[in-house]
Nanobody
Framework: QVQLVESGGGLVQPGGSLRLSCTASRTMYNDDTMGWYRQAPGKQRDMVATITSDGATGYEHSVKGRFTVTRDNAKNTVYLQMNSLRPEDTAVYYC??????????WGQGTQVTVSS
């Protein structure tokens, strides 16, 4: 079992920035992909960004060029730097880990609200 603890959400004005962090309770191995999903009210949970242990990244189309996912393997931590935030980025953001064995884990979620 893996516990994921997130931090860094909050209220920000349009155009502002936030950085989310997520730390795992065990060592992240080479086959552990870390990332972020988000879920807005009344909508499904969608992938935002992922990063493999060797740094390969993937992004949802609407966040490309604005969000950056990074990972510190020594700290078992994944980050999501969010710039140029828009009201439509408002959602609960969830940290996610999965591996090739079909195991996956979720954080408790952190609220991000973009509003003036």
């Amino acid at each position: 079992q893996v516990q994921l603890v997130e931090s860094g959400g909050g209220l920000v004005q349009p155009g502002g920035s936030l950085r989310l962090s997520c730390t795992a309770s065990r060592t992240m191995y080479n086959d552990d992909t870390m990332g972020w999903y988000r879920q807005a009210p009344g909508k499904q949970r969608d992938m935002v960004a992922t990063i493999t242990s060797d740094g390969a990244t993937g992004y949802e189309h609407s966040v490309k060029g604005r969000f950056t996912v990074t990972r510190d393997n020594a700290k078992n931590t994944v980050y999501l730097q969010m710039n140029s935030l828009r009201p439509e980025d408002t959602a609960v953001y969830y940290c996610h880990v999965f591996n090739e064995y079909g195991q996956q884990y979720w954080g408790q979620g952190t609220q991000v609200t973009v509003s003036s």
